[in-house]
């Protein structure tokens, strides 16, 4: 019963949309009738336990991905408990539906349109989990509720299991976040980045930067959020969002970052005092191959630096890279 109540509340972070048929929009698009207010759900699992939620959707720095984020509503209080990041996958060509628990616990799944003013998410087979599908649909003309039905697969047939009605409410959820459990051992070593903002200095891409990057928890223990912002060129501005976390099916730590140009997914490797990124950025002008080393000195300091794939050959793209936090 455990495994079904955590894998109908991830359904509820699933979303319904309206495609617009007369113009070329955005893999992300037909997320947008969600965005704004909070959807409230009220629904009973299958062993008859009610269960609220509130869900909010919002979009992502410079609309490079959506973040839904689902509060339990309990007798206590209102707890933050999922959270689910929508971004176009350009390897996969595909909207990947990627969620995070207050349990600890990630799956990937796909969204996509499905019919006029519905949506389709499916998640693969999980160690304790059947195949999930969703489908969220509207009312035609109705902008403000819509009905979901969830299902399960049951030796290769589709058995719904829940169906729920969520309405849009103007006023925000006030919800807390979870303290479960502790990170994972994986998780750990990214930790110690929390807290305080670390100045950035150095040159990269022939540039002065001039900057910093905070660290927070998105949700713990799961994933850890990152922004750094730049004070050159003009006045201070974003420049990248990111997001890392375990991934327990590849038993590797992930790094996956937005920015006004593109995305990036690294995968990161620890070693004492070292972490290790490699990744391909992807643009407009096509993938770049990156590596990066963040050597901690000591608590406070991380010297670092970043080599470019140019042809066949590592050259460098960043020099005498310092971050230094200051505790605010």
Partial sequence: MNSIRVCLLVLLCSVPSVRAEDQEPSPLAFLEPL???????????????????????????????????????????????????????????HVAALTFSAQGAISRGVARPGKPGMIEMRTPRSANLPMMRQEYAFTPGVTDAYTGRNYFDRGGAWVQVMETKSKRRADPPIGKPLRLREPSEWLRPLVRLIG??????????????????????SLHPTVIESKTVMRNPGPEHTVYVAFQYFDPAAKRLRFLSFSPTGMKVAVVTVRPDV?????????????????????????????????????????????????????D
């Avoid at 990156?290 to 960043?318: P, S």
């Fill in 196 to 217: 305080g903002r670390w100045e950035i200095t150095g040159t990269m891409g022939g540039r002065e930067l001039d900057g910093f990057t905070r660290y927070e928890w």
């Fill in 275 to 327: 972490l290790h990124y490699e990744y391909t950025e992807h643009t407009a002008a096509g993938p770049v191959r990156y590596k990066e080393e963040h050597r901690f000195l000591d608590d406070d300091t991380i010297k670092w630096k970043v080599n470019k794939l140019d042809g066949k050959n590592w050259v460098e793209f960043a020099s005498d890279m310092t971050a230094r936090r200051v505790r």
């Fill in 35 to 93: 965005i704004g207010g909070h959807w409230l759900t009220d629904a009973r699992l299958p062993g008859g336990e009610p269960i609220r939620t509130r869900v909010t959707y919002r979009y992502g720095f410079a609309k490079q991905f959506v973040r839904g984020r689902v509060y339990t509503l309990t007798d206590k209080g209102d707890y933050l408990t999922y959270e689910t990041l929508f971004f176009f996958d350009p390897e996969k060509k």
